[in-house]
């Protein structure tokens, strides 16, 4: 097959046989440990790679001081409804409820299987101003948030609301993913889906300039909990 998909699935295969795998027994994390170190606090790493991601940090001492956080966000972007994992997953009692308290409308996230009712349910999420999501880990080196869906954690919540707000308690900080993978090795397998969000939505693809929000949300906050 000499075509280019040909040629491509060829080089797969030829790089899967020569391919040499890492040694899986090398102490990594020790390694983690000691470049968190030597490049300074873990949250200060991770806030100057969100921030050069045109991300915002915004810092909050505690989950029940989320509530006015988010709310904030939300005038500031004149948003005035918007989608959330449920309380459980956002580890956050009455959150929702909170923001409803405030003014904020809550839209439905659960999206029903018959094509009537899902298709009335998308428009109504896709009116959501703001998505509310936890993060399982948050990636200094990198300013990226990793996330798991699963009950009570719609995946798109922080794909369709042009503001995706995301909860981080400082402890979820780790210095990158290879050291999250060892640290946490089961993680992938807790969810069908895992998506590393890096940055707002961007894309160079017409003209080469650089357009936000064309994929996604053109605004991401981490709220960094502790």
């Avoid at 899967?16 to 490049?39: E, H, K, T």
């Avoid at 005035?80 to 309380?87: K, M």
């Avoid at 640290?183 to 069908?192: K, Q, T, Y």
Wanted: proline share 7%; net charge positive.
């Amino acid at each position: 097959m000499n075509t280019a998909r040909g040629r491509m699935l060829s080089a797969i295969r030829t790089g899967l046989v020569r391919a040499v795998l890492p040694d899986a027994q090398r102490a990594r994390p020790q390694l983690a440990r000691r470049r968190a170190s030597a490049d300074g606090a873990i949250d200060v790493r991770f806030c100057a790679a969100f921030d050069a991601l045109k991300g915002t940090v915004v810092r909050v001492p505690t989950l029940e001081a989320t509530v006015p956080a988010v709310a904030d966000i939300a005038v500031r972007h004149g948003a005035a409804s918007f989608l959330a994992w449920d309380d459980e997953a956002l580890g956050c009692h009455g959150f929702a409820a909170g923001l409803a308290s405030l003014g904020l409308r809550r839209i439905p996230a659960d999206l029903p299987a018959a094509p009537p009712a899902r298709l009335d349910t998308l428009r109504m999420m896709g009116s959501a101003g703001l998505g509310v999501t936890g993060a399982d880990a948050a990636l200094a080196d990198t300013g990226s948030l990793v996330l798991l869906a699963g009950p009570g954690r719609g995946r798109l919540v922080s794909a369709l609301p042009p503001v995706h707000v995301a909860l981080v308690p400082i402890d979820r900080l780790t210095p990158d993913l290879a050291g999250l993978i060892e640290a946490r090795p089961g993680l992938l397998d807790e969810s069908s889906n895992a998506v590393v969000i890096t940055g707002p939505s961007r894309t160079a693809d017409i003209e080469m300039t650089l357009t936000h929000g064309v994929h996604g949300p053109k605004h991401v906050y981490a709220l960094l909990i502790g």
